[in-house]
């Protein structure tokens, strides 16, 4: 598929209101995105877990206006006119524009809400743009003249929602997302995410992640920012090259469940995350003093209980605590016991690998 593909041929457009709701999960990347060209495209591939627990609902409703060059919506977060998201998805739709041509015939009304708090630390972007795409491909197919295929339907929705926020490309469908090209995954792509195509040893069904809260404040430097700050950094090359390379390690260890070298792999993901930022220019550090308290704590324990215990990280100071089904019980212990203490006001959410998005 190519850009073109996703501009539709005809749209009978007869709808005059509805409304559609769909709830989308967040996900979590092994394979970390960092550094982006023009148009959201990737500098490398990723992959990611998808969540459950973690999830935006969104309900769009539509109602016909005279065609003219605005857009015209209204957002609400949890019931409450919400004027602050109104610039993020005014440029979303200009992105958009050309792959939904109805949209400047209809005034949206835009009502969402997250399982998460809002001020959780975890980003919304990626679970908020894929429901927001999805409620809008629901519009299209309904105006569509000709039957549109879930498969199509999916790819756009993921389209789409990369040019919202990259990572959501990876938040409709799951378990595992890989989203930018790689050579040894066929049909992977820049421009969407799609279901990982390759075996899946049983090791990785039903994996956990528990997230801990390290920090609910907003972040210092966005994920937009960030992003920006790989142009021109010194090792940006050699990331590019080693987050293909990652990848490539990763399609064996799903294969034959290797828990130890997909922890190595996972955990130099995360650590070369925040390398990167702290050897931007401007530098920044997104980790709390918690942060490093709880990995130091997660090394010990792996070590000692010899178990396939691990932690990934966002653009933030949270931890994602993964660990396998078969040692769910033990690590939830220790988790409970010892790294739950280092949570802002002990907070934490229980999450696992998901399916992905649901219509409501
Ligand atoms: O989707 P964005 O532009 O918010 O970037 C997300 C980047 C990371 O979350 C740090 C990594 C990733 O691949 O999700």
Redesign the pocket.
């Given at each position: 598929m190519i850009e073109q593909d996703f501009i539709p041929k005809s749209l009978k457009n007869t709808l005059d209101k509805g409304s559609f709701t769909w709830s989308t999960p967040s996900n979590i990347?092994l394979v970390?995105?960092?550094g982006k060209k023009e148009h959201q495209i990737p500098e490398n591939p990723?992959i990611?877990f998808t969540l459950d627990a973690c999830r935006t609902t969104t309900t769009l409703s539509f109602s016909r206006k005279d065609f003219n060059e605005h857009f015209s919506f209204e957002v609400f977060l949890d019931g409450k006119q919400k004027d602050d998201f109104k610039l993020k998805i005014e440029t979303f739709f200009k992105h958009i524009d050309i792959y939904l041509p109805f949209l400047k015939n209809y005034h949206f009304k835009i009502e969402t809400s997250n399982t998460f708090p809002h001020s959780s630390g975890i980003?919304s972007?990626?679970s908020g743009m894929s429901a927001l795409a999805l409620c809008l491909m629901s519009v299209e197919r309904s105006s569509n003249e000709a039957e549109m295929t879930d498969e199509y339907f999916n790819q756009k929705a993921s389209f789409l929602a990369r040019l919202g926020?990259?990572?959501?490309s990876r938040s409709i469908e799951g378990d595992l997302i890989v989203w930018g090209k790689h050579d040894k995954i066929t049909g992977s792509s820049d421009l969407y995410g799609i279901k990982y195509p390759l075996e899946v040893h049983q090791n990785f069904k039903n994996y956990h992640d528990t997230i801990l809260l390290v920090d609910k404040g907003e972040k210092q430097v966005s994920?937009?920012v960030g992003?920006k700050l790989m142009h021109g950094h010194p090792f940006a090359q050699e990331r590019f090259t080693q987050a293909h390379h990652n990848l490539s390690r990763l399609i064996d260890v799903f294969k034959v469940g290797d828990l130890k070298t997909f922890i190595e792999i996972i955990e130099s993901e995360a650590l070369t995350?925040h390398a990167m930022m702290m050897t931007s220019l401007p530098y920044f550090v997104l980790m709390k003093p918690n942060t490093l308290e709880i990995i130091n704590k997660i090394w010990s324990f792996r070590k000692e209980a010899g178990l396939h215990v691990c932690f990934t990280l966002?653009?933030g100071a949270n931890v994602h605590v993964l660990y396998p089904e078969s040692e769910a019980e033990k690590v939830f212990e220790f988790i409970q016991n010892e790294l739950v203490a280092y949570c802002q006001n002990g907070h934490y959410i229980c999450d696992r690998i998901g399916f992905g998005a649901k219509q409501l």
């Open positions: 990347a970390k995105y960092w990723s990611s980003a972007s990626a926020s990259g990572s959501a994920s937009t992003h995350l966002d653009a």
